[in-house]
């Protein structure tokens, strides 16, 4: 599909209804310029030019010009802009970097595709921190809401004995299958999908879990956890944002959890705990 964009011009009383109309009228979200003008998008030009054409009748004194946006392939887009990272002991990068090792590291192959989870995002980068600091040779360890896989593998690239994965969306599964054997860790590296509640005590017990989620999920996942622990086990959170690290304390505490190492990136905040 090459897609249209409009670019539409109208006083500035009329914006805000014309904007509303725009974004009820093709179900897309416009861009609102710094000059004032508003981008609208269609799939095609007849699309474009029809669209144009009913916002001048509703708005006269609008201007609206139709114009080709270059073709983009989406499935190869979001790789703009990844780049390989260094966090501890890994090297996160991706297929189609070529960046190598150094020594004592370990080289982390990851292509995120359209599946949560790559080295771009603070909350990710905060878990692999903790994880590469608290992983133990020969673990068992436990990723809630898995997406990318990038948990689960780091941790047996780094000695873990075998991880599982736990995620709700079964295409993010398949991402993970193929980062699993990119990093030649398949055969001890598996994931499931359903819910994280009911999975991970049947998945259990863990050394070593960690749960990338949301501050709200993970309250409400903290006895489930618990149940999918040895004793002993640690526990990352992660996924929360450095302003919610005073809500989800009073939480831990009050379930009985001990905070013993906590990261901060790009404003994300991950906590590792433990469970008296």
């Given at each position: 599909?090459?897609?249209?964009?409009?670019?539409?011009?109208?006083?500035?009383?009329?914006?805000?209804?014309?904007?509303?109309?725009?974004?009820?009228?093709?179900?897309?979200?416009?861009?609102?310029?710094?000059?004032?003008?508003?981008?609208?998008?269609?799939?095609?030009?007849a699309?474009?030019r029809?669209?144009?054409?009913?916002?001048?009748?509703?708005?006269?004194a609008a201007?609206?010009?139709p114009?080709?946006?270059?073709?983009?392939?989406?499935?190869?887009?979001?790789r703009?802009?990844?780049?390989?990272?260094?966090?501890?002991?890994?090297?996160?990068?991706?297929?189609?970097?070529?960046?190598?090792?150094g020594?004592?590291?370990?080289?982390?192959?990851?292509?995120?595709?359209?599946?949560?989870?790559?080295?771009?995002?603070g909350?990710?980068?905060?878990?692999?921190?903790?994880?590469?600091?608290?992983?133990?040779?020969?673990?068992?360890?436990?990723?809630?809401?898995?997406?990318?896989?990038?948990?689960?593998?780091?941790?047996?690239?780094?000695?873990?004995?075998s991880?599982?994965?736990?995620?709700?969306?079964?295409?993010?599964?398949?991402v993970?299958?193929?980062?699993?054997?990119?990093?030649?860790?398949a055969?001890?590296?598996?994931?499931?999908?359903?819910?994280?509640a009911?999975?991970?005590?049947?998945?259990?017990?863990?050394?070593?879990?960690c749960?990338?989620i949301?501050r709200?999920?993970n309250?409400?996942?903290?006895?489930?956890?618990?149940?999918?622990?040895?004793?002993?086990?640690?526990?990352?959170?992660?996924?929360?944002?450095?302003g919610e690290?005073d809500l989800?304390?009073?939480?831990?505490?009050?379930?009985?959890?001990?905070a013993?190492?906590?990261?901060?990136?790009?404003?994300?905040?991950?906590?590792?705990?433990?469970?008296?």
């Amino acid at each position: 599909m090459s897609w249209y964009a409009l670019d539409v011009r109208l006083p500035e009383a009329e914006r805000e209804a014309a904007g509303a109309w725009l974004v009820g009228r093709t179900g897309q979200a416009i861009e609102e310029r710094p000059d004032g003008a508003l981008v609208a998008f269609a799939g095609d030009e007849a699309g474009a030019r029809a669209l144009a054409d009913e916002l001048r009748a509703r708005w006269p004194a609008a201007t609206a010009a139709p114009r080709a946006l270059p073709a983009v392939d989406w499935t190869t887009r979001w790789r703009d802009g990844i780049a390989s990272r260094r966090i501890g002991r890994l090297l996160l990068t991706t297929s189609w970097l070529d960046d190598a090792a150094g020594p004592g590291e370990e080289r982390l192959v990851v292509d995120p595709e359209m599946a949560f989870g790559s080295g771009e995002h603070g909350s990710t980068r905060a878990a692999l921190a903790l994880l590469e600091r608290h992983v133990r040779p020969g673990a068992r360890v436990l990723d809630l809401g898995s997406g990318s896989g990038i948990l689960a593998i780091a941790a047996v690239r780094l000695g873990a004995a075998s991880a599982i994965g736990i995620e709700i969306d079964p295409e993010a599964n398949e991402v993970a299958d193929r980062n699993a054997a990119r990093n030649g860790v398949a055969d001890r590296v598996r994931f499931l999908a359903g819910d994280a509640a009911q999975l991970g005590p049947l998945a259990g017990p863990a050394d070593l879990l960690c749960s990338n989620i949301l501050r709200t999920v993970n309250v409400a996942l903290l006895p489930a956890i618990r149940t999918s622990l040895a004793p002993g086990g640690l526990a990352i959170f992660s996924g929360m944002e450095e302003g919610e690290a005073d809500l989800f304390r009073p939480a831990l505490m009050a379930a009985g959890w001990q905070a013993m190492d906590e990261v901060t990136d790009d404003g994300w905040w991950a906590v590792a705990a433990r469970a008296a």
